[in-house]
């Protein structure tokens, strides 16, 4: 069974300043799908960048970028320029080439501090 | 732009009631999901669907059943709900076989009291 850990719950960040939530997983599949997902603040769960296991070059959407370590299940999500609107829940998420089923974590709350 | 609601936004019922979450999409995906959100525990799938009249049992299926007799609805349906279903709900949908995003919906949030 595939599993997601977000170990730290919950993280607090300067307007402007970088932040680096970590993410780390566990599965014995060769061919799968990474997410992270941003839910802000009694508004819907929207996504926020993705990676294909396959591809070593990390992803990267606008100020969003991922460090994705392969041999060691690891994908942080690092927030450059930090806005008060990043305020949100991140969650980090994985399938399998196999099915559309998404296993995420637990959850991180970052709060952006203005 | 893909489109994803749900029924209501908050629900309040009591214990032993049937309770229906509704939800639709209007993108034509083929693959649609119920889950719930508790704090600390993050989501947890209750239900997915990939087609119509068709359903798999998530990881906490207890409780709960669901119904996709169109291709954009799909309902979760509380039996007879307690209050350990207290919860928020949220609903996504996907497009096929592919490692497409899943697009939410706004959540629907139950208390059961």
């Known amino acids: 069974a595939q599993t997601v850990t977000q170990s730290q719950p919950e993280m607090s960040v300067q307007e402007a300043e970088t932040v680096t939530l970590s993410c780390t997983y566990d599965?014995?599949?060769?061919?799968?799908?990474l997410f992270w997902y941003k839910q802000p603040p009694s508004r819907q769960m929207i996504l926020v960048i993705r990676?294909?296991?396959?591809?070593?070059q990390n992803a990267t959407e606008n100020r969003f970028s991922v460090n994705f370590q392969k041999a060691a299940k690891s994908f942080s999500l690092k927030i450059s320029d930090s806005q008060l609107g990043d305020t949100a829940m991140y969650f980090c998420?994985?399938?399998?080439?196999?099915?559309?089923?998404?296993?995420f974590g637990k959850g991180i709350t970052l709060s952006v501090r203005p | 732009d893909v489109k994803v609601t749900q029924s209501s936004r908050y629900l309040v019922k009591r214990t032993g009631e049937k309770v229906f979450l509704e939800c639709v999409q209007d993108?034509?995906?083929?693959?649609m999901f119920w889950y719930r959100q508790d704090p600390g525990l993050g989501l947890r799938l209750i239900y997915f669907?990939?087609?119509?009249?068709?359903?798999e049992k998530g990881d906490i299926p207890e409780g709960y059943s669901v119904s996709r007799e169109k291709k954009e609805r799909f309902s979760l349906i509380l039996e007879s709900a307690s209050t350990n279903q207290t919860s928020m709900y949220l609903c996504?949908?996907?497009?096929?076989?592919?490692?497409?995003?899943?697009?939410f919906g706004p959540g629907t949030r139950l208390t059961v009291l």
């Open positions: 990676q294909e296991a396959y591809k070593q």
């Open positions: 599965t014995s599949e060769n061919n799968y799908y």
């Open positions: 996504a949908s996907s497009p096929g076989w592919s490692y497409n995003e899943q697009f």
């Open positions: 669907s990939y087609d119509v009249k068709m359903k």
């Open positions: 998420a994985f399938r399998t080439g196999a099915n559309s089923k998404l296993t």
């Open positions: 993108m034509d995906h083929e693959n």
